[in-house]
């Protein structure tokens, strides 16, 4: 599949695709039966399906019964972490291995034309991208998604938070599950937004942001303070009426989930004849834009950081990155004149 027939490629080798990013059809005032029907689609299948798949699988065959789970010890906490580990060690390892490793379909559709183990930089640990990211995986972040696990599944069986019955509540709960991807951009935008404030940037989420040209080892690449967070988004149903079932989905849409921005990729080929379609990167080529992910819930458009792509999205956050340098200086200056 040649590429260029889909996008542009620069001097630098870094593809840029042709199409822009689109909201959801009803925020776009499409409510065509063609429009509604792909975006269907596209939002069970193949993440979603995947994620709820997942969960179920953890449900049955890893989860401990619930007596268990009513005593917190480093027994079942440890053994829901070697199972995080070992799936995430798995699925990413199967993106970085195939397209990073293998270099299997080469840069076609690759929006940075270099590959992250060609650009060793001291701000990785061991001069690497690659032993960074998976160090700070497999050492920081799944070490905090499985506190939540932990967290989330000893409260529901102690009790001291409502757990709905399927038999019960079956409307309610798989509503719950249909809205579970809002309440994860909601979450994400929120925390996204604080830790991009100057301070928590510096000390907080450039630890992530490092990553410039990101593979999937980078997904979970983070500070301890950003993968608690990030993963936190599971607690909201330690407050809202749940199950564990439902708490645990929203927890491996994170978990997951998080490879989906992460590929590098506007296009995996799959075989010679199916793709699979990335997820743009613009917030990592860019920083100060789509802070929530895909708009399903468009806060940034509400909120003007968004930005699809287009030569008119670029001119507005330039304007919006020009009043901002405006304002440093007026503050600088007035600093300045105050000594």
């Not at 995986?137 to 069986?157: D, H, Q």
């Not at 799959?270 to 802070?291: I, Q, R, W």
Request: net charge neutral; hydrophobic share 45%.
């Amino acid at each position: 599949m040649d590429d260029l027939q889909y996008g542009k490629r620069n001097k630098r080798g870094d593809f840029t695709p042709h199409e822009t990013v689109a909201l959801p059809p009803f925020w776009r005032g499409a409510f065509g039966l063609r429009e509604l029907g792909r975006f269907a689609i596209d939002y069970f299948w193949p993440w979603n399906a995947f994620h709820m798949a997942t969960t179920l699988l953890y449900w049955w065959l890893v989860i401990p019964d619930v007596d268990t789970m009513r005593t917190l010890s480093w027994g079942w906490a440890l053994w829901l972490y070697a199972v995080n580990a070992a799936a995430i060690f798995v699925f990413y390892g199967i993106f970085e291995l195939r397209y990073y490793v293998k270099r299997a379909q080469e840069t076609r559709f690759k929006y940075n034309g270099k590959f992250p183990a060609d650009q060793p930089s001291d701000v990785f640990w061991f001069q690497s991208q690659n032993i960074d990211n998976f160090l700070r995986s497999f050492f920081i972040s799944i070490p905090l998604w499985t506190v939540v696990e932990v967290l989330f599944l000893w409260c529901f069986a102690n009790g001291y938070v409502p757990w709905l019955s399927w038999a019960d509540h079956p409307v309610y709960l798989a509503l719950l599950v249909l809205v579970t991807p809002a309440i994860h951009e909601v979450h994400f935008f929120c925390i996204h937004r604080l830790i991009h404030w100057g301070p928590l940037y510096k000390w907080i989420h450039s630890v992530h942001h490092n990553s410039v040209n990101p593979s999937a080892w980078s997904s979970l690449s983070m500070h301890p303070v950003e993968g608690f967070l990030y993963h936190a988004v599971a607690l909201w149903h330690l407050l809202i009426p749940s199950n564990p079932i439902v708490a645990l989905f929203q927890l491996h849409m994170a978990g997951f989930g998080a490879v989906n921005g992460h590929l590098g990729f506007h296009r995996l080929t799959l075989t010679e004849d199916s793709v699979l379609d990335g997820h743009a990167y613009l917030h990592h080529k860019h920083f100060e834009v789509n802070f929530g992910g895909d708009g399903l819930i468009p806060l940034d458009k509400w909120l003007g950081t968004w930005h699809d792509g287009s030569k008119e999205a670029a001119a507005r956050m330039d304007e919006r990155f020009q009043r901002k340098v405006e304002r440093m200086n007026r503050k600088t200056a007035g600093t300045t004149a105050a000594e």
